[in-house]
């Protein structure tokens, strides 16, 4: 354990970073369910935990409001995409702000200011030779008299043989050109011909070279399923890619003769990343390349579900090398595991998900956030119940950390912070704690990290049943008030440990013990502070 504290303490004297943190952008056609929250509140998670250390971060993310579920949501629906569009992004949008989710900015890909630096960087990619011209064979459906995107049709999974999608099977496989031929049109359920059509190409499969060695640079940053994923992909070969579809809403491509056709959902979504930060810094007057030019002050996360790996693993960073302008590739990779619900994994036709508006509108956020950072789906598939939820709720929650606030704070006829000494013992858990914690948190582990944290929380329980106050209190009120004193500081620095994970009862900490703006190191509450305003924190909840 020593050594582990030691390079600790070394990070602790590095200069400040400037971390950039993207989180996916979830597509505007459905709801966003439970398995949506647990791949994207990482990167809540570490934007405030960045915070705290002092760094320079941007976070940013937006709503993905192009590509062919959108158009069929509003056909069925008998309205325009964009009305769809923007009835989820509104929607989105409410549910990060329940959620106290903290972003910098949260904008969309529809927005004038993406559209227009997207095709910029298009733009770019095309003059610099890595953008060029293809005919191929393409999925044509004769009864509908066009030719049909990915998601239009259907085929029979190579993989594990199910029937999916053309874009992308549940399974994670991605089909091939060569996968869709004899497609079945959705619409219209009859069998597609191959005809030839022109569409602009990604040249993806030169940067095999770039791309591997990228990868075996920074994978150990990278969680298990983005490294396995990524290297499945190389091993195969990179193939080149169309950025270019026949559809009618969507980006439109800046090259003379392809003005029938729109940007690749998926090109246009990762550079929303870039687009992000450049409005961002814009709008509050700074360099938006000190967060993605080079200069070995940068750390960039990327926050998604596993389903997205490799449009972050592989094409984001083929996309910057493409413009030949020394972007930063990203260096963390933060993919998350599927959550299921009760051993179903969740599907739009079957209806199994939960939103995450009617967790909120019926549970405690704060809660909810910490389970799905403490049991949710890190390194492997989870599944949630509502009554595994309540359960760590009740235990973890209400009767570990909730009963210690609220037995030191509201003891009976204690009216303010008594002047007393730091237990020294419990100031060094403290203080390992910030360390451990930290440690556990740049590894990825965030499961580890919240155990850490009730981890201090069951040694300050301990200390105050050993202790026992309420016997000091009539015995030798000394001793009583250095056990709460003591107790008090725990608190205080829980204000603080728990920001990350539950911004809203953290804050209610620091108003309750009168605290300064969080930080990631040991403070000390100040004797005499009045107790009259604290309440209890969390409710039990009702199995």
């Not at 929250?37 to 993310?61: E, P, T």
């Not at 158009?71 to 009305?83: F, H, I, L, N």
């Not at 949008?93 to 993406?114: A, G, I, P, Q, R």
């Not at 608190?491 to 539950?502: R, V």
């Amino acid at each position: 354990m020593d050594s582990v504290l030691n390079d600790i303490s070394k990070k602790e004297n590095k200069s400040v970073r400037n971390v950039l943190i993207g989180g996916a952008w979830p597509y505007a056609n459905s709801s966003l369910h439970l398995g949506h929250l647990a791949a994207l509140i990482s990167g809540d998670f570490l934007k405030r935990y960045h915070k705290l250390l002092g760094d320079n971060v941007i976070y940013v993310s937006g709503t993905d409001c192009h590509g062919t579920p959108i158009t069929e949501s509003a056909k069925k629906e008998g309205v325009m995409p964009k009305d769809i569009a923007e009835k989820y992004h509104s929607e989105f949008k409410e549910v990060f702000e329940k959620m106290n989710f903290s972003y910098d900015l949260y904008t969309k890909t529809c927005d004038d200011y993406h559209k227009e630096h997207v095709k910029e960087m298009f733009r770019k990619m095309y003059d610099n030779g890595y953008i060029y011209e293809k005919k191929s064979n393409q999925p044509y459906c004769e009864h509908c008299g066009k030719f049909e995107a990915d998601r239009e049709i259907e085929i029979v999974c190579p993989n594990c043989g199910e029937i999916t999608k053309g874009d992308q099977c549940d399974c994670g496989y991605v089909p091939k050109e060569s996968d869709l031929i004899g497609a079945t049109c959705r619409e219209c359920r009859n069998k597609t011909i191959e005809k030839e059509n022109t569409h602009l190409y990604l040249a993806l499969s030169k940067f095999q070279d770039k791309i591997q060695q990228y990868v075996k640079e920074n994978q150990m940053n990278w969680r298990i399923a983005s490294r396995n994923e990524t290297e499945k992909y190389l091993k195969e070969g990179l193939k080149d890619r169309a950025v270019t579809r026949d559809l009618s809403w969507g980006i439109d491509i800046p090259v003379s003769g392809f003005e029938d056709k729109k940007m690749y959902v998926w090109i246009d979504a990762v550079l929303g990343y870039v687009t992000a930060t450049q409005r961002y810094c814009e709008e509050n007057n700074l360099n938006w390349e000190d967060y993605w030019k080079n200069n070995g002050n940068i750390k960039m996360y990327m926050c998604h579900g596993k389903d997205n790996i490799t449009f972050h693993t592989i094409i984001l960073p083929a996309l910057l090398l493409a413009m030949n302008e020394n972007f930063h590739l990203p260096d963390v990779m933060v993919a998350s595991q599927y959550l299921n619900i009760n051993s179903e994994k969740i599907s739009k036709s079957k209806g199994n998900g939960i939103t995450v508006l009617q967790m909120v509108d019926e549970y405690n956020v704060d809660s909810l956030r910490y389970y799905m950072l403490a049991y949710g789906p890190e390194n492997r598939d989870v599944d949630f119940t509502i009554e595994n939820y309540i359960n760590v709720h009740n235990s973890d929650i209400v009767n570990k950390f909730g009963n210690f606030v609220n037995r030191t704070l509201k003891f009976k006829g204690l009216e303010e912070i008594p002047s007393g000494i730091m237990d020294s013992d419990i100031e060094s858990k403290i203080n390992e704690t910030y360390k451990i914690v930290s440690k556990y948190i740049e590894e990825l582990d965030f499961k580890k990290a919240c155990g850490k944290i009730i981890e201090l929380i069951e040694i300050g329980n301990k200390y105050y049943d050993d202790k026992k106050p309420w016997i000091q209190k009539k015995e030798n009120v000394e001793e009583f008030n250095n056990i709460i004193y003591t107790c008090a500081n725990i608190i205080a620095n829980l204000s603080n440990l728990l920001e990350p994970i539950m911004p809203e009862t953290a804050g209610k900490l620091r108003g309750y013990l009168n605290l300064g703006v969080p930080c990631w190191e040991e403070i000390s509450v100040e004797e005499g502070t009045s107790l009259e305003n604290v309440e209890i924190l969390f409710d039990r909840i009702d199995n």
